[in-house]
């Protein structure tokens, strides 16, 4: 991205490499996306280039929803995004008392611009769009939209992207669900925005809309515990060979990316992510897929 820093460096490490042959030239970041992992002089446990120095900032936006997290509390340990940023943060060797959470609504998370946190979990898809401001560490869970309608309407009896086309949908601004109605279902007229998934939720008990797009989970959580009248109509399946995932969004130039990266990256391979989304997240099996 600065092809002039390229010479600098080089002439910096042939410097170095003159004093004392001791010093090398290590990189001082892992690499965006990579798999550095934490033990190297970049991601030395506790030591990270971070906002605030020995402690992790996190993101996240305010309501801070089930089953996302529980009772409005992301410092709580509960709910699977709460659980995701510890378990992460204990990879990257800070301790539960060295984390420390910040209110930073949805937009604001992956808009350019500097960064107040060190990673942002708020059910963020990674996009190339977003990529242009923001980094992203690799996915920690594997999407699926779902939609969301009051028991005997119209919506509610839809089997496929179709019987949507001729129903009012609604979505929170700048989500990935928007982009599907947009993109997939190409409704007859606009969709509603909302700017927070309780205005979408009081939209849809008001009849101001028939039908809402969240993801799958938020979905389960919407018509099990908030709207008793409200049931899951169907899913959409993961299209193309790229799978939507939510992944922790970071400064554009953080230092830390790729060992956040390696952190997500061995707690899926731990299994960890697996046992987390289980006891936190809602089973799918028996959601219709809506072709």
């Not at 205005?199 to 039908?211: E, I, R």
């Amino acid at each position: 991205m600065y092809p002039s820093r390229r010479p600098v460096r080089l002439t910096v490490c042939a410097a170095a490499v003159l004093l004392t042959t001791a010093v090398g030239c290590a990189p001082q970041e892992a690499a965006p996306g990579g798999s550095q992992a934490a033990g190297t002089r970049s991601c030395t446990p506790g030591k990270l280039a971070t906002v605030t120095p020995g402690t992790l900032t996190v993101g996240t936006d305010k309501p801070a929803y089930a089953p996302w997290f529980r009772d409005d509390d992301p410092a709580n340990g509960k709910g699977y995004e709460s659980a995701v940023a510890y378990a992460v943060a204990k990879e990257l060797g800070y301790g539960k008392d060295a984390v420390r959470w910040r209110t930073v609504p949805f937009n604001s998370a992956f808009a350019p611009g500097a960064k107040t946190f060190d990673v942002d979990l708020n059910q963020v898809s990674i996009s190339p769009q977003r990529k242009r401001a923001v980094a992203f560490s690799s996915g920690y869970y594997d999407v699926r939209q779902a939609v969301v309608a009051l028991k005997g309407s119209k919506a509610a009896g839809a089997r496929s992207a179709a019987d949507l086309k001729d129903v009012r949908l609604g979505a929170q601004v700048g989500s990935t669900s928007l982009d599907l109605i947009n993109d997939t279902i190409r409704p007859s007229r606009p969709a509603a925005v909302f700017q927070k998934n309780d205005l979408a939720k009081s939209a849809l008990k008001n009849g101001q809309v028939d039908a809402l797009l969240v993801d799958l989970p938020t979905a389960f959580f919407l018509t099990s515990a908030e709207l008793k009248n409200a049931v899951v109509v169907g899913q959409f399946a993961q299209q193309g060979p790229a799978k939507e995932q939510f992944g922790m969004v970071l400064d554009k130039e953080s230092r830390i990316t790729g060992c956040v990266t390696a952190a997500v990256d061995a707690l899926r391979r731990k299994g960890t992510l697996a046992a987390l989304e289980k006891r936190w997240l809602a089973d799918a099996v028996d959601v219709p897929v809506l072709k």
